[in-house]
């Protein structure tokens, strides 16, 4: 199988490229031949993938954080059509960044022989993605998620951890600026139309998709979340104060959040979620990116990508 490695050498606070030389022999291992690549800017590994896939890739495995995986992921569809640039090829994934969320809902660790053993042994199976547009100063951009889409204090968070110093790691950044944005940001007034239905209204501190069950370096904020059921879990945080906002973030940590007073989810297909007019920006994560602001539509992709892990 033609595989290439794409790494992000400034994953895990610089140490991935500092280590690299050491554990290479691990990937080969397992993985048997293959291409490397070191990433050096962001969206790189996002035109190397689409690249690679276009000359007959058939694997790519990345090797960094949740963003590592967004740009990876991103590039096996062309956002011109929407379609897969070589359907049935495989994405495995080694966490190795700040969060490294979308690797706990497959229960990985940071044992690096363990996780490459289990992308070897994989029968890759599809699982599914969330298509996203959502607006930029150039106009609507469309991009997929892999693990988690949301907008309004879930982008704020992420905002002020790609800002922030990388090397506490964890949960740690994230903590530090769910405490921050909760005390600053306002609730938006917002129109939602979910699954093509009715137009509604809400007063909204966050909305997301999940496909994944963990975000912001290990909440917890999707239990009942699965890769490959073809829906999507909605959540929404209403406008509660900040000490209770505060609150139903850290139950997050310990799966409890939709258990708190203000919170709901829905099990869903799609859902337009719109600022009325007059709302500051309403800032759209997308797996721990943070490339625009609401209007955003999140929809499900079933079975878009084939997986090993």
Not at 115 to 129: K, T
Not at 284 to 296: I, K, T, W
Request: glycine letters at 12%; aromatic letters at 6%; one cysteine or more.
């Amino acid at each position: 199988m033609k595989t290439l490695v794409l790494v992000n050498p400034a994953s895990a606070a610089g140490r991935t490229g500092r280590d690299w030389a050491a554990f290479e022999s691990n990937f080969h291992k397992h993985l048997g031949d293959f291409d490397v690549h070191m990433t050096h800017a962001p969206g790189e590994a996002t035109t190397v993938a689409r690249a690679a896939l276009a000359a007959g890739t058939e694997r790519i495995v990345a090797v960094g954080g949740d963003g590592t995986n967004h740009e990876v992921v991103n590039g096996f569809f062309d956002p011109a059509t929407r379609c897969a640039i070589r359907p049935g090829a495989i994405f495995g994934f080694v966490p190795r960044g700040t969060g490294g969320d979308f690797g706990r809902t497959f229960g990985l660790g940071k044992d690096l022989e363990s996780v490459l053993a289990r992308i070897e042994a994989s029968p890759a199976r599809p699982i599914d993605l969330i298509s996203c547009t959502f607006t930029t100063p150039a106009g609507l951009r469309w991009a997929v998620s892999i693990n988690i889409a949301s907008a309004g204090q879930g982008g704020d968070v992420v905002a002020r951890v790609n800002r922030g110093p990388k090397w506490p790691g964890g949960a740690v950044p994230f903590a530090i600026a769910v405490v921050q944005g909760t005390w600053s940001l306002k609730p938006w007034q917002l129109r939602l139309v979910v699954d093509d239905g009715p137009p509604e209204t809400a007063l909204l501190r966050n909305i997301g998709t999940a496909n994944g069950q963990f975000q912001g370096g290990g909440m917890q904020v999707a239990p009942q979340a699965r890769v490959d059921d073809g829906i999507l879990e909605l959540m929404a945080m209403e406008d509660v104060s900040p000490l209770n906002a505060a609150r139903i973030g850290f139950a997050a940590y310990n799966g409890t959040a939709q258990n708190q007073k203000g919170v709901w989810h829905r099990s869903i297909r799609k859902v337009l979620v719109e600022p009325l007019p007059g709302q500051p920006p309403m800032l759209v994560e997308l797996d721990g990116e943070q490339p625009g602001v609401a209007p955003v539509t999140f929809e499900v992709m079933p079975g878009a990508l084939r997986l090993a892990v």
